[in-house]
């Protein structure tokens, strides 16, 4: 079952949801909540760290995708944190990261890339 941490730093508007599990159509909906609570609060920095997610599949794609342009209405930006090379080569194949979601290594990293 994926699991959800959620923290916030309303110093600098970041917000950081932490997913731990595959995202796939199975748990889609948890994970379309938790963004659109997060996404409501108008962050200018979200970071989806996925360092524990192992596998993503279309509906996981899409999801963030329709984040990142709620995100961008209110001047917002969507991070995705990866360590696995093939979470990474998904983004980077579907084109996303060339589309208002950014890849980082650390939620340290969105501060240098804005």
């Known amino acids: 079952m994926l699991e959800f941490q959620v923290s916030t730093n309303a110093s600098n508007q970041q917000q950081v949801i932490k997913i731990d599990g595959d995202i796939d159509i199975h748990t889609i909906a948890s ?13 200018t920095h979200l970071i989806a760290d996925l360092s524990s997610v192992n596998y993503i599949d279309s509906t996981g794609l899409g999801i963030f995708a329709h984040s990142a342009e709620q995100l961008l209405k209110n001047n917002g930006k969507l991070y995705v944190l990866a360590h696995s090379e093939r979470i990474r080569k998904t983004f980077e194949i579907s084109g996303l990261t060339k589309h208002h979601i950014t890849l980082i290594q650390s939620v340290s990293d969105c501060e240098t890339k804005e």
Request: proline content about 8%.
């Open 31 to 43: 994970l379309s909540r938790s963004l659109s609570n997060l996404i409501e609060k108008k962050p």
